[in-house]
């Protein structure tokens, strides 16, 4: 993820570098076990950075323009903002860096994935780094304002070609009828491209969307996308050749064979059985894939929790934080989240943010409806200092005693999560019922249980936390104690 710049010498003008990483896992519906569509992500930072989940209200017009806190760039208030919700940075008080969330026309965002452009292309349009749209505007300025995922794609895109893109990065965008994924091409180009119903898609830090097809509906981009690229040489046709948005406004180079290959590589090979593609050829990696068998929240939940375990390059497992393969699950997340859409369902429970605090090999993912409108407490608190009140910290806590003694301490902690999380999707069966019975003759009450079972499922997700910190916590002093025991005669 990318929260600060450094400035670059790869091209003469100086550019923002993603400092920071994230991953990514589309699946369109006819992929999943219950025809849903899953958008999900790691948001890798830095672990004392506390995370906030905020509810947004809807406002018939916004008290301010945005203004992002990262740099330069702002946006006219919005008229008829929409209701949302979103996963902030502890300083930014909500107004930005939202990261993920859904609004109250159903549309869903994951905003963003860091991917690195090319420099040929950065030489001829560079990033706006100033006054350009990034990561820290996209999610409070789009979901206020769109009813559809593909108007969220369209939005962003008049934005970057009229204002820039400060920074390269993917955004997913999600509603009932699909999953959209949009790259940045350069500071002024872009594409996206609507997920195959009956495939996914993996990213890593990575440019990885290839064909576009101008007169195709499941296709945006900019207008100029491929008409700059022939000017500026990034692209020239030849016979039998397609314009390829990878080759022309993307990269690979030697960084990616460690940092960003082995985590496409494992999941591809974790869901789709037989792939014969070498972890350090990326460039041939499959755009989307088929799984082996239909995927559910469990399976990604489970991806997003890979670090290597029963290989050779487990840093964890192995005690290795020199491993050369970066791991999908790092201590460093801020925060991951899985945007589930089940269209079949109102949108208050078909529409679903699973969100795990911290480290996701040592967290647990916990649902948030989207008609939840009181937020629990402990979501919406903490800073860059440890407490004892925040969620984030409570689970922070825990996640850094389970690293002292990782091949000891953390079977205890994801059994114990394993456990609550599989009660809890009976619970949700439970609610779920009950609220379609009541929905559309009680409303209020039909929210009300929505309301109830998050604080519920948050305060015994904390409770159940603070009892595994405290079994660590005697383990821990036990083990320090025979260490230094010093028993005498």
């Given at each position: 993820m990318k929260k600060i710049t450094l400035l670059s010498a790869l091209i003469t003008s100086a550019i923002t570098v993603?400092?920071?990483?994230?991953?990514?896992?589309?699946?369109?519906?006819?992929?999943?076990?219950d025809g849903s569509f899953i958008v999900a992500r790691n948001e890798d930072y830095q672990a004392n950075n506390a995370k906030q989940f905020i509810y947004h209200p809807a406002e018939a017009k916004q008290k301010a323009d945005f203004k992002s806190n990262a740099n330069d760039f702002t946006y006219p208030a919005a008229e008829n903002?929409?209701?949302?919700?979103?996963?902030?940075?502890?300083?930014?008080?909500?107004?930005?860096?939202?990261?993920?969330?859904?609004n109250s026309a159903g549309v869903g965002i994951s905003a963003t994935e860091t991917i690195y452009n090319g420099t040929q292309a950065l030489a001829v349009d560079p990033y706006v780094t100033k006054?350009?749209?990034?990561?820290?505007?996209?999610?409070?300025?789009?979901?206020?304002?769109?009813?559809?995922?593909?108007?969220?794609v369209e939005l962003l895109g008049k934005i970057i070609e009229k204002q820039g893109a400060s920074e390269g990065f993917g955004v997913a965008f999600v509603d009932k009828t699909g999953i959209w994924y949009l790259e940045t091409g350069s500071g002024h180009q872009w594409m996206a491209q609507k997920i195959p119903a009956n495939k996914y898609f993996v990213s890593a830090n990575q440019g990885r969307l290839t064909t576009y097809k101008p007169h195709n509906p499941d296709y945006l981009a900019s207008p100029t996308l491929v008409s700059f690229a022939e000017q500026h040489?990034?692209?020239?046709?030849?016979?039998?050749?397609?314009?390829?948005?990878?080759?022309?406004?993307?990269?690979?180079?030697?960084?990616?064979?460690t940092y960003n290959y082995p985590r496409v590589w494992t999941l591809q090979h974790m869901y789709t059985k037989g792939l014969n593609t070498k972890i350090t050829q990326g460039e041939s990696f499959p755009i989307f894939?088929?799984?082996?068998?239909?995927?559910?929240?469990?399976?990604?939940?489970?991806?997003?929790?890979?670090?290597?375990?029963?290989?050779?390059?487990?840093?964890?497992?192995?005690?290795?934080?020199?491993?050369?393969?970066?791991?999908?699950?790092?201590?460093r997340t801020q925060e991951?989240?899985?945007?589930?859409?089940r269209p079949n369902l109102p949108i208050a429970i078909g529409e679903t943010e699973y969100m795990a605090y911290g480290m996701t090999a040592l967290s647990v993912y916990i649902p948030y409806y989207q008609g939840m409108t009181e937020v629990p407490k402990a979501l919406t608190i903490g800073t860059d200092k440890a407490d004892n009140l925040s969620a984030n910290w409570q689970f922070r806590k825990l996640q850094t005693i389970a690293m002292t003694n990782w091949n000891e301490f953390s079977p205890i902690v994801q059994k114990a999560y394993q456990q609550f999380e599989q009660q809890t999707a009976v619970k949700q069966q439970e609610l779920e019922k009950q609220y379609l019975a009541i929905y559309k003759k009680q409303p209020k009450q039909a929210q009300a249980l929505i309301n109830q079972f998050e604080q519920k499922t948050v305060d015994n997700a904390l409770a159940l936390t603070n009892e595994l910190t405290n079994t660590l916590l005697t383990k821990m002093t036990h083990n320090t104690d025979m260490l230094y025991h010093f028993e005498g005669a």
């Amino acid at each position: 993820m990318k929260k600060i710049t450094l400035l670059s010498a790869l091209i003469t003008s100086a550019i923002t570098v993603p400092a920071f990483a994230c991953t990514t896992i589309l699946v369109g519906n006819q992929a999943t076990t219950d025809g849903s569509f899953i958008v999900a992500r790691n948001e890798d930072y830095q672990a004392n950075n506390a995370k906030q989940f905020i509810y947004h209200p809807a406002e018939a017009k916004q008290k301010a323009d945005f203004k992002s806190n990262a740099n330069d760039f702002t946006y006219p208030a919005a008229e008829n903002a929409l209701e949302y919700t979103s996963l902030s940075d502890f300083d930014t008080h909500g107004t930005s860096m939202g990261e993920a969330g859904f609004n109250s026309a159903g549309v869903g965002i994951s905003a963003t994935e860091t991917i690195y452009n090319g420099t040929q292309a950065l030489a001829v349009d560079p990033y706006v780094t100033k006054t350009g749209i990034g990561e820290d505007a996209i999610e409070n300025v789009i979901l206020p304002r769109v009813k559809t995922a593909k108007e969220g794609v369209e939005l962003l895109g008049k934005i970057i070609e009229k204002q820039g893109a400060s920074e390269g990065f993917g955004v997913a965008f999600v509603d009932k009828t699909g999953i959209w994924y949009l790259e940045t091409g350069s500071g002024h180009q872009w594409m996206a491209q609507k997920i195959p119903a009956n495939k996914y898609f993996v990213s890593a830090n990575q440019g990885r969307l290839t064909t576009y097809k101008p007169h195709n509906p499941d296709y945006l981009a900019s207008p100029t996308l491929v008409s700059f690229a022939e000017q500026h040489a990034l692209y020239t046709p030849v016979t039998g050749e397609a314009f390829n948005f990878h080759k022309a406004y993307s990269q690979d180079t030697k960084n990616d064979q460690t940092y960003n290959y082995p985590r496409v590589w494992t999941l591809q090979h974790m869901y789709t059985k037989g792939l014969n593609t070498k972890i350090t050829q990326g460039e041939s990696f499959p755009i989307f894939l088929k799984p082996s068998h239909k995927l559910s929240v469990a399976d990604v939940e489970q991806g997003l929790r890979n670090h290597y375990q029963g290989t050779s390059h487990d840093p964890y497992a192995n005690s290795n934080p020199k491993e050369a393969y970066r791991p999908i699950s790092v201590f460093r997340t801020q925060e991951s989240h899985i945007l589930q859409v089940r269209p079949n369902l109102p949108i208050a429970i078909g529409e679903t943010e699973y969100m795990a605090y911290g480290m996701t090999a040592l967290s647990v993912y916990i649902p948030y409806y989207q008609g939840m409108t009181e937020v629990p407490k402990a979501l919406t608190i903490g800073t860059d200092k440890a407490d004892n009140l925040s969620a984030n910290w409570q689970f922070r806590k825990l996640q850094t005693i389970a690293m002292t003694n990782w091949n000891e301490f953390s079977p205890i902690v994801q059994k114990a999560y394993q456990q609550f999380e599989q009660q809890t999707a009976v619970k949700q069966q439970e609610l779920e019922k009950q609220y379609l019975a009541i929905y559309k003759k009680q409303p209020k009450q039909a929210q009300a249980l929505i309301n109830q079972f998050e604080q519920k499922t948050v305060d015994n997700a904390l409770a159940l936390t603070n009892e595994l910190t405290n079994t660590l916590l005697t383990k821990m002093t036990h083990n320090t104690d025979m260490l230094y025991h010093f028993e005498g005669a």
